[in-house]
Each structure stands twice: as structure tokens, then as C-alpha cells.
């Protein structure tokens, strides 16, 4: 497989863990209802990559709802703008030790979970999907805590052409278009690019996420 580098942007890989039993599924282990990327501002020709750092099986993997693939989903993500996201609640995930309130898009109507599809990998395999397929966590009962790695891409031609999967639910607003780093040299997609995804909540809120600075506790 060949990849133009030049033209290939990424979003910052993250470590994700998922304990076994119903031990921290909040906040920074957040167990994922069903979802597609595409909920929270995700464009439509986004692939995730999702690498398992130790093996995984059945009971602590991801799943896969094919049938929602061209089937709508209702749901409630027309309550929910990226950057008010930045501002207001992606920093403090780690509080959420118990219940997480954070307006997180969800179906609002049941979801079928079978048939699902759960993917099994070895440890540094590497499971690719597009961020419009809808999925969710397994609820892991494997007795180890699960950990992986994920980032997501996007292909500027893609991005340019607004090539990707049809969108049949997602009523989000903001883009995360602004996150993507070039895989050559970590600039951003230009401006004029990026301006193509606006519409018109880019003045409100924090368009890129900065972490807050370290403070230490002592001082």
C-alpha cells in the first residue's frame, strides 16, 4: 500500500484503556456506546486506526454494527459543536471517575448490536475503519485490562473533494479539521481548505484544543 506523505494528515495518537469488569468505564476509559465518529464533527472521509499493545479476544475487543452501515440512526448529536466541546469539557476527563455527564453523542432509540462484527487482531496489528461505521466497546469481561493506541487520518484530495462516506445521521456542527497534522512536517491543512468545512459556529468556542498548562500542586 503507498501513501503520499505530503498529503496524508493525522490527528495525535492516543493511548486507550479499558479495564476488565465495571471498574473505570468513565472519563479517560470512557466505554464507548454505540457511535460513529462522524457524531462528533469527524469528517466523512476520516479512517481511524485502532492498534491493540498487548493481544486482545472477543470479551475486550471493539464492535461493529454492519447494518447501520446505510441505515440512519437517530440520535442526539444536533446538541453538540467541537469547539464549545474544546472549551468546555474535553480537558477535564480524567474527573469523571464514576458517571461522565458530558454531552456525549448517543442513539436516542434502541440499538440492535447483533449482528455485530468483532475484530480480533494481534498485539501492533493494526484494525483501519471509516469513522462514519458505526461502533462501540465491548464490555470487557476478559478478566485483563484491554490497552491501545489510536489516531486518525485523513488524505488532502479526500479532504479538497469531500470524498468519504454518505452522511445519513450526524447533525453535529464544527470540524475537526483544524487537529490534522501533515505527516511530513506537522503543519496544519491550509486555511482555504479548511474553510470549506465552517459553518458559522467557527466563531464561538476553542477551534483547537490546547491542554492546560501544567501547574504544579505544591506551588
Not at 101 to 108: A, D, F, I, S, T
Request: charged share 20%.
Amino acid at each position: 500500500m503507498k501513501c503520499d506523505l505530503k498529503k496524508a494528515y493525522f490527528d495525535v495518537p492516543r493511548m486507550r484503556i479499558s479495564p476488565s469488569g465495571d471498574y473505570l468505564t468513565t472519563g479517560i476509559a470512557y466505554a464507548w456506546h454505540p457511535h460513529r465518529d462522524t457524531w462528533y464533527c469527524a469528517p466523512q472521509c476520516q479512517l481511524n486506526w485502532w492498534i491493540p499493545i498487548y493481544d486482545i479476544e472477543s470479551e475486550n475487543a471493539m464492535a461493529f454494527h454492519p447494518r447501520y452501515w446505510s441505515e440512519p440512526v437517530r440520535n442526539d448529536s444536533n446538541g453538540y459543536n467541537y469547539y464549545q466541546w474544546n472549551q468546555h469539557h474535553r480537558w477535564n476527563a480524567a474527573q469523571h471517575l464514576k458517571q461522565d455527564n458530558r454531552p456525549l453523542p448517543r442513539p436516542v432509540e434502541p440499538v440492535e448490536l447483533n449482528p455485530q462484527l468483532r475484530v480480533i487482531c494481534p498485539a501492533g496489528g493494526i484494525i483501519i475503519f471509516s469513522a462514519a461505521q458505526l461502533h462501540s466497546t465491548v464490555p470487557n469481561t476478559s478478566g485483563r485490562t484491554r490497552f491501545s493506541i489510536d489516531f486518525r487520518t485523513v488524505h488532502l484530495d479526500s479532504v479538497v473533494a469531500k470524498r468519504g462516506a454518505p452522511n445519513i445521521d450526524s447533525a453535529c456542527t464544527g470540524t475537526t479539521m483544524r487537529d490534522y497534522l501533515r505527516a511530513t512536517d506537522l503543519s496544519r491543512i491550509p486555511y482555504d481548505i479548511v474553510s470549506l468545512y465552517d459553518d458559522g459556529t467557527e466563531i464561538i468556542g476553542e477551534l483547537v484544543y490546547e491542554p492546560p498548562e501544567f501547574s504544579d500542586p505544591l506551588h
